[in-house]
Structures are given as C-alpha cells and as structure tokens.
C-alpha cells in the first residue's frame, strides 16, 4: 500500500486536518460568529452541489438543467426524517432514502435520454427537476407548497466538512480512474470514444447518477441548516446558480469548482447589504470573467499539491 | 473463412445509397486499399463496418477464432472489443488529453475494478492502474510515441496526429484495422514516414488492413489488392497492377485530377 501513503498524500492530509482544527478553534473562540458560520454552510453544500453537477457537465459532458430538483429530493427526504428521528442517526437515514429515490429517478431520467446523442438531456432534466417540485408541492408528507419548517438543526462544521471531503475524496477519484477517463472521452468526442471500445450510454448513466447522489446528499444537509425547506427554493434558479459555480471554475476542474464556491461565497456575503444590486452586480461578475476567461478560472486543469504546495493554504483564510 | 465478408450491404440516405450492394472479402494479414472517386461511398462503408451507421440490407461478418460473428447487429463499441478498430477522415482525438491518455482510453477495458474500486481505490485499483500505465508506455515506446507521451494531442504536428490516431486504434488491441486517408494532407515526408510505419505495424502484431486513400503511389505499393467504389457500387478488385488498367476505373477517375 506504498500508493497509499506516498508524501503527497501526506502533505494533503496534514493539510486536511489543519484547516479543520484552525476553523474549528476559531468557532470555538468566537473570532467566527453564527452569521460567518452560516456563509460557511452555504459555501459547503455549493461545493458538494458544485462538484456533483461537474460530474455530469465537466467531466462527461453532459449539460444538466435540473440539479436542484436531485436536491430537492435529498432536502425533503431529511426533512421528513428529522421531524420524526430528530438526531443524526436520523439525518444519515435521511440522506440513505434521499440517495436512493435520486438513484431511481436519476436512472429512469437517463437511460432513455443519454442512450441519444445530443443535449437532449437539458431538456429531460428541465422537465424532471419541475415534475419533482410540482409532486413536492403537491405532496401533504411534504408538507405541500409550504414545505416543511423548524427541521432539527444539526449542521456543524465537523459534519460539514466530513461531507465536504468525503465529496472531494469521491469526485477525485471518480475523475481519476478508467470510469472517469471513459467520461472524459465521451466530453472530448463521443464518436471517437465509441470507437475506442468505451459504452457511451452505460458511463453517461453512471456520471449522471453519480451527480444526482451528491446532488441528494447536499440536499440533506441543506435540510438540516437551515431548518426550513419549500419547493420552490429548488427550481431552476438554484440549478442555474449551481451551474455558474462549475462554469465559473473551469468545466472538468474539481479544483476550479471550489475556488468559484468559495468567490461566489464571499461576493454574497460583501453584496448581502445591497440585496437590489446584487444580482445585478453578481451578473456583471460572471459576465466579465465569461468575456475574459471563457474556460473558467482554471479551465479543465487542476491545482494540486504536486503543483502548488501553498495553494490550500489560501483557502483556509479565505473561510477563516 | 475469411476474416472479413461483406455480402450484398446496402446503405441508403433518403434516395441516395450510398453503399450499394457490395460485397467482398478480406483475409488475414492482408493490406487491402479501399478507392474511388470523392463521394464513392468509402467513408459511409468503413461507418456501416464499424457500427456508425446501420446498414439497410446486407450484413457484415467477421470471423474470431473459430467463431463467426455478424458485426452489423452489434453496436460501434462492441465491435471495438471484437478486435476491430478505425481511425477517422478528420482526425478524431481526443485533443486536450495527452498523447499517454488517448492511449490509456483505449485500454479502459483492461480496467478490473468497477465503481466501487474506483470510487473508494479498493480491490485491484492500484495495481490494475499501474498495469494500464505500464502498458501504455510500453505499447507508446513500440509505436515511437513515448518520448510525447505528455503531450496533448491537440498541440501533435499534423503527422503525428495522424500516426497516434491510428496507435489508439490499435491499443484497443485491434487485429482488423479501417483507416480513413491516413496520408490525407502530409507532404511527401510525412507520407512516406506513415507507409514504413502502417509497415512495419502490420508487421510487428499481425495486423490486417483496410485503407481509403487518395494517395495513388501510396495505394499502389503498399496493397496487395485494391477494392474500388463508385456511386455506391463495388467496380473493381485487383490488384494494383490490375487495376490501373482495368478501363472502368480508368472511366469512373476519368475527369478527377488522380493520375492512375
Ligand atoms: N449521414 C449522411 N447523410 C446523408 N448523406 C450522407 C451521409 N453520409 C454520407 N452521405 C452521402 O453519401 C455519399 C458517400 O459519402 P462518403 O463520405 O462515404 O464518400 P467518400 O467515398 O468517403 O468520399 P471522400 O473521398 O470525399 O471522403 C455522399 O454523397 C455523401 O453526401
Ligand atoms: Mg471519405
């Protein structure tokens, strides 16, 4: 297992486990008050969201118009949960059903839809992410149109970043292994990939499956922070603004995905004064860097302890 | 049996049939040249032959082992498992992924881990991933490409595109090869570097080609025999001596800037 325990994953466990203590010892000294705490959070379900849909647009190619309603499910599945099993054995009961129905429903979307080649998956997923939220506002386990509130609160950060890194952890390898060069192929030129003896169909569906899960997972947690889920918090909107973080970070880049989280993050908190010009001025942002970084930040390539040893260091005070 | 037959395959687009009717057949460890006119149908052949595109009538079978299989009933990356593998017209890689990666791709079915290996790098991901890499140097060094293993295909010179495209094919682990004009757009240096190369590729792992090109010195004295379509219709077969003076092909040329 000298693979295992080689120096660079060394260095990135070390690093790992700084920035948890440094943030930890910061709440706990109060320097990091409830309402950081709570940009933190968001910050923390985006990555995950972020790093989900990058593996159905980024890595595979595939572009996905529904992500929220993936994460709607998960929300609503915790939710339900905790009202009645209020604890965390309750929360990871809920996030298991969540990832469950995701699957299915993920499954029954893709196998027909990605079987073509061609976008007809935004459409599909277009469709399936409103059937979702119109079923959940319809739905009286859901609580319907109002959805449901006082959900047991019990986000924090050591949940938080367990999730966070086990969703890094999964997403880069899934990247970096045969299943993901096979994804990557079919981004690069689905023709050609078949060609090469890849089954197109077979690691679209998984890509997109895959997504959905995280995308459910994330929903959970997003349950449980801010104790109250609607509907229509899910709708296009926020699959848009899910798509803009992987956009913005560079398509393929799990890197690049975080780094955008964690700018968007930032340029929410500076603008949370000025709520009427925000969603212009956030706009504005997205436009400029489209017009002079269309490939994202960091494009399709990665930071990486191999390349930049400090790099991670910078992230920890951007959340500190 | 021979290793490839055609029989009677059709393909139609709306009125126009592209390939129509044709038969023929390739034997083992032969070098065959596909030609005709532009718009004969070559391409739309080496498509229907490789699963692209379905055929309309007819059917294509290939014999492995001593099996015999109907490569028109199975889908373009099953025929690739077959052993059957092709490069395309306008090349076709992968562009932004290194030339070791374009390789490492074409080996994915060496992979023995599923999901759940990649996921968590439990069971035999590690050493099944060092196996792939090792093999795709090993398989870069044989085909002369080690040295740009690194580099991304897109940024290659043209020739070496083309001689990776036609690598990757044959890391599929391909015995039966389709090549769209390999030679298309080299000068004469690169040409005549790619026929040592498809050469001594032939050579080395007992390959069996098929070739589209309109490089007449290039057909004429590296294939044994030559196939050649017009408007669809299979008109001639021979070899190269036969051919330049078979007066159909003389005909079907006639008009074409192609000096026979
Ligand atoms: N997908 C398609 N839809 C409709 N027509 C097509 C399609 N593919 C090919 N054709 C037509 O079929 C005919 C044969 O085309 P094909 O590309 O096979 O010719 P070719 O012999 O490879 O020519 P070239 O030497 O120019 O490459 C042409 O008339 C072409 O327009
Ligand atoms: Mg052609």
Known sequence: MKNVLNKRNLITLVIIGVLFFVVQLLIKERIITAYMRSNIYWIGIYIILGLSLNMIIGITGQLSLGHAGFMSIGAFAAAVVLKTNPTLTGLFIGIGIGVLISLAVSFVVAVPTLRLKGDYLAIATLGVAEIIRIVLNNLSVTGGASGISNIKMLMSWPLLYTFVILTIFLTHNFKNSAIGRACISIKEDEIAAEAMGINTTKYKVIAFMFGAALAAMAGSLFSTTYYIVKPDSFGVNTSINILILVVFGGMGSLSGTIIATFIIGLVNIVLQPYAEIRMILYALILIIVMIFRPQGLLGSQELSTKLLPNFKWKRKEKSS | ?260
């Open chain 2, 1 to 260: 049996m021979s290793l490839l037959q055609i029989e009677k395959l059709t393909r139609n687009f709306g009125g126009l049939s592209a390939v129509s009717n044709v038969s023929l057949a390739v034997e083992e460890h032969e070098l065959v040249g596909l030609i005709g006119p532009n718009g004969a149908g070559k391409t739309t052949l080496f498509n229907v032959l490789t699963g692209v595109y379905t055929p309309s009538s007819g059917r294509v079978m290939f014999q492995k082992g001593d099996k015999s299989i109907e490569l028109s009933k199975l889908p373009p990356y099953k025929i690739t498992r077959m052993g059957v593998a092709r490069t395309f017209q306008n090349i076709r890689l992968f562009k932004e992924l290194s030339v070791l990666d374009n390789v490492k791709i074409a080996m994915n079915h060496e992979a023995r881990y599923g999901l759940f290996g990649a996921l968590f790098r439990i069971g035999q991901y590690f050493k099944s991933e060092a196996l792939i890499e090792e093999k795709a140097h090993a398989f870069l060094k044989e085909v002369n490409l080690d040295e740009l293993a690194e580099t991304k295909a897109k940024n290659l010179p043209y020739g070496k595109q083309r001689q990776l495209e036609i690598a990757r094919a044959l890391a599929t682990g391909a015995k039966l090869l389709f090549l769209d004009e390999p030679a298309a757009g080299m000068n004469p240096q690169e040409t005549h570097a790619l026929t040592s190369f498809i050469k001594e590729i032939k050579e080395k792992m007992n390959l069996t080609i098929v070739l589209i090109e309109h490089d007449m010195s290039l057909v004429m004295e590296i294939c044994e025999r030559i196939f050649v379509l017009d408007y669809g219709k299979l008109i001639a077969s021979g070899t190269p001596d036969e051919i330049k003076n078979n007066p159909r092909v003389i005909e079907a040329y006639l008009g074409d800037e192609v000096e026979l």
